[in-house]
């Protein structure tokens, strides 16, 4: 069953040893991200997202009693290595000592450590960007959160986004894993359930040097343009090359996991008229975190950003809330905290968060993201629809 209470035993065990480092005077939360691997030009502008909401609860001076200051301590994923990415999670709670997760960002690699790490260690993970729609039905012990909205949504948006476009016909090709797998079933559902046909949809592994025979299949296929479910420093780049090269497609549909700056630079003009959306919204929210973001050296607007500030606050002041950071404490507190009703909160005012928490004032944190959790802990879901032309991203509207 979704979201169940600790057992009563591990729960006894887990919150003994985070009692004792809620009263002392640092808590350590774990940023886990692909700082290597196929998404590691995005995960920076992640990472400091995250941290900037850190640094600002330790400017509040308020933070637990006010004598209390938040650590971040990073940790790599690698998006695609679960080994890897359980050992780091691992060594950031038995050695580092950390009191929760920010993160991780891969659907697999957090699925991993959510049931290899987090629940058997009673640890709160909150993902700015695992989308996999395995995910909303994941055993997690009430301990699972994230900030981005699953790819059961996405999969309708980018079919939306499409559709728009009056594209009755497409090619499909997504990374073999647990996020590629699960967004090719969502858009295939949705563009078909919508008269769209889906001549072809083909796995890709990352890695490979060479993608030519996998576009030659696609290309086989047929299709007005090319839909590609993969990641932006790996394979979903590859094979767009490889069909630039082979003139088997001259148009692309980029999803989140493909949607960075560094993918606009290195192909320029050969994503000219591609398109695609990421997670994102223009509400006030979104605005101010990006003044906030330019201010602190990073790009506000990079995908996942905003989501990754926002799981950082919600972790925080779920920890305030409940005047612990024991992830049996605090867990309950994310969902209300993160819904109406309550005095919306915005970023650059955790510090006044705080101190409504501390006059027993409820507040619903709006975020940047404009953040609305609904049964299974993720977002509803709001995005960022972007074309391409000459190395830049344009946004062209939210969905």
Avoid: W
Avoid at 24 to 41: C, D, H, N, R, W
Avoid at 175 to 201: M, P, Q, R, W
């Amino acid at each position: 069953m979704k979201k169940l209470l600790l057992a009563s035993a591990a729960t006894a065990l887990v919150a003994g040893a985070a009692f004792a480092e809620s009263h002392a005077s640092e808590v350590k939360i774990g940023i886990i991200l692909g700082f290597t691997g196929p998404l590691e030009s995005i995960t920076p502008n992640m990472a400091a997202g995250a941290e900037l909401a850190m640094a600002e609860v330790n400017a509040a001076g308020t933070f637990l009693g006010g004598a209390t200051t938040v650590t971040p301590v990073r940790g790599d994923s690698t998006c695609i290595d679960a080994a890897a990415a359980t050992a780091a999670a691992e060594r950031l709670i038995t050695s580092d000592g950390v009191a929760a997760i920010m993160g991780a960002d891969c659907s697999g690699v957090t699925g991993a450590i959510l049931q290899n790490v987090a629940r058997p260690n009673g640890i709160v993970m909150i993902s700015p960007s695992a989308t996999s729609p395995g995910l909303s039905t994941a055993e997690d012990d009430g301990l699972f959160f994230r900030t981005a909205p699953s790819d059961a949504r996405q999969g309708v948006v980018m079919t939306e986004n499409i559709m728009d476009r009056g594209i009755m016909s497409v090619a499909l090709t997504y990374t073999n894993n647990d996020y590629g797998k699960g967004l090719a079933d969502a858009f295939e559902a949705a563009y078909t359930a919508a008269g769209g046909t889906v001549t072809i949809s083909a796995a890709h592994e990352d890695g490979k040097a060479d993608y030519s025979a996998e576009v030659a299949a696609l290309a086989s296929a047929g299709g007005d343009v090319l839909v590609v479910a993969g990641y932006t420093d790996q394979g979903g780049k590859g094979i767009i090359q490889a069909s630039l090269d082979s003139g088997a497609f001259d148009r692309f549909v980029l999803p989140d996991g493909m949607v960075g700056q560094q993918i606009a630079d290195d192909l320029g003009a050969g994503l000219n008229g591609s398109f695609g959306q990421y997670p994102g919204t223009d509400s006030a929210g979104a605005e101010l975190f990006q003044g906030l973001a330019s201010g602190a050296g990073f790009d506000g607007t990079s995908a996942f950003a905003p989501e990754s500030y926002d799981a950082a606050a919600l972790i925080m002041l779920a920890m305030h809330a409940a005047g612990s950071s024991a992830s049996a404490d605090f867990a309950g507190k994310v969902m209300d905290l993160a819904n109406a009703p309550g005095e919306e909160i915005f970023p650059g005012e955790l510090a006044k968060a705080i101190e409504l928490i501390n006059q027993g004032v409820d507040i619903d944190y709006v975020g940047a993201t404009a953040v609305e959790l609904i049964g299974p802990g993720e977002s509803a879901g709001n995005y960022r629809e972007v074309e391409f032309m000459d190395g830049v991203i344009n946004t062209v509207r939210f969905r």
